[in-house]
T-cell receptor
Framework: QKEVEQNSGPLSVPEGAIASLNCTYSDRGSQSFFWYRQYSGKSPELIMSIYSNGDKEDGRFTAQLNKASQYVSLLIRDSQPSDSATYLC??????????FGTGTQLKVEL | NAGVTQTPKFQVLKTGQSMTLQCAQDMNHNSMYWYRQDPGMGLRLIYYSASEGTTDKGEVPNGYNVSRLNKREFSLRLESAAPSQTSVYFCASMKDGANYGYTFGSGTRLTVV
């Protein structure tokens, strides 16, 4: 069974702090990794993708990948209340299919 | 660009009734997917279609059927709805090559009573 594991949270951080979201995956053959943001009652929205070991930065977001440890993380700098959402980690499985974690709820407090 | 369009947005069914969830994308994507999302269970793949004319089962296909009508449209049918099928259903599509990720529709919230 190919699995993607995330801590369900909630993860609470103060406004302006760095939020760190983590994900582990079981399939060593996974090649592509994604972070989706999902607001309550809405559909998931792609915010970051990463394919190579190391860091990838996009604005306030940084994705980190360590294939040897089967670990993906998302850092959100200068967290804002509008970042409060559930963050889904997804990895490629067999073929063009994604396997999703159950998500981590992030709360950014004023 | 509309992206991925799902209809209806909300639906209440009685046990045993049937219905079809519609999904259409205007991005010329070959791959389309149906997921259900339940609290604590995450997104689970029901069926997918890698190209027009092909469909394959995902993780939770029982009780569902699909039709890839053409490249744009991929429908999900519940033949005899059960309360266990109460869920939020998302359609998604993806550009060829697994590096692009999915684009999701807005979802259908289905309640079976």
């Amino acid at each position: 069974q190919k699995e993607v594991e995330q801590n369900s949270g909630p993860l609470s951080v103060p406004e302006g702090a760095i939020a760190s979201l983590n994900c582990t995956y079981s399939d060593r053959g996974s090649q592509s990794f994604f972070w989706y943001r999902q607001y309550s009652g809405k559909s998931p929205e792609l915010i970051m993708s990463i394919y190579s070991n190391g860091d990838k930065e996009d604005g306030r977001f940084t994705a980190q990948l360590n294939k040897a440890s089967q670990y993906v993380s998302l850092l959100i700098r200068d967290s804002q209340p509008s970042d409060s959402a559930t963050y889904l980690c997804a990895v490629t499985g067999g073929g063009n299919k994604l396997t999703f974690g159950t998500g981590t709820q992030l709360k950014v407090e004023l | 660009n509309a992206g991925v369009t799902q209809t209806p947005k909300f639906q209440v069914l009685k046990t045993g009734q049937s219905m079809t969830l519609q999904c259409a994308q205007d991005m010329n994507h070959n791959s389309m997917y149906w997921y259900r999302q339940d609290p604590g269970m995450g997104l689970r793949l029901i069926y997918y279609s890698a190209s027009e004319g092909t469909t394959d089962k995902g993780e939770v296909p029982n009780g569902y059927n699909v039709s890839r009508l053409n490249k744009r449209e991929f429908s999900l049918r519940l033949e005899s709805a059960a309360p266990s099928q109460t869920s939020v259903y998302f359609c998604a599509s993806m550009k060829d090559g697994a590096n692009y990720g999915y684009t999701f529709g807005s979802g259908t919230r289905l309640t079976v009573v």
